[in-house]
């Protein structure tokens, strides 16, 4: 009779040890992605320049990690914009601006810069060739982890390529 009372407690144990690891798990993930998305809309301003300048005009796309459209803005007395991520935003997210290209391009058209913003406690964001070669490097290793970002900004400031501009996100690391 003790060794069935004996091995009954071992199995009650065992299974209330495998509840409380599946219920630190799930409140784990489930903090991490309340953390990821924030409670109330995000002001994201910050400037924008091109291959030959300041943009003036441009169509502001902000795009969340699920490849979601969460907001657009359009600017048309750049090179200053301002955009809000709504709440419940999934981060990271990546900001593009489209815009026209002038003559001094030797492709004519629409250029596009773009720029991540990993945290919802960003609140400057610039958009030049150097944003945008860090978020298509980071892409290009794998996504936009916290990892690759810095590996890619990295890069990118060594290389010292990219044209003029800032980097993708000041304050709020």
Do not use: W
Request: one cysteine or more; proline letters at 6%; glycine letters at 10%.
């Amino acid at each position: 009779m003790k060794e069935l009372v004996y091995c009954s407690m071992a199995r009650l144990r065992m299974t209330a040890a495998v509840f409380a690891v599946l219920v630190v798990g799930t409140a784990c993930s489930e903090a991490e992605k309340s953390a990821s998305k924030p409670a109330v809309p995000v002001s994201i301003s910050g400037s924008m320049t091109g291959e030959d300048g300041p943009i003036k005009e441009a169509k502001l796309t902000a795009t969340d990690r699920n490849g979601e459209v969460i907001a657009t803005a359009e600017v048309n007395n750049g090179p200053r914009y301002r955009i809000e991520l709504p709440a419940g935003a999934a981060y990271p997210v990546i900001l593009s601006a489209i815009y026209p290209r002038s003559t001094k391009v030797a492709e004519s058209g629409q250029g596009e810069v773009k720029a991540a913003i990993m945290k919802a406690s960003s609140s400057t964001v610039e958009l030049s060739p150097k944003s945008t070669s860090i978020v298509e490097i980071a892409l290009a290793r794998g996504g936009l982890t916290p990892e690759n970002f810095k590996s890619a900004s990295s890069a990118v400031l060594r290389q010292g390529s990219g044209g003029s501009g800032g980097m993708p996100y000041h304050g709020g690391h």
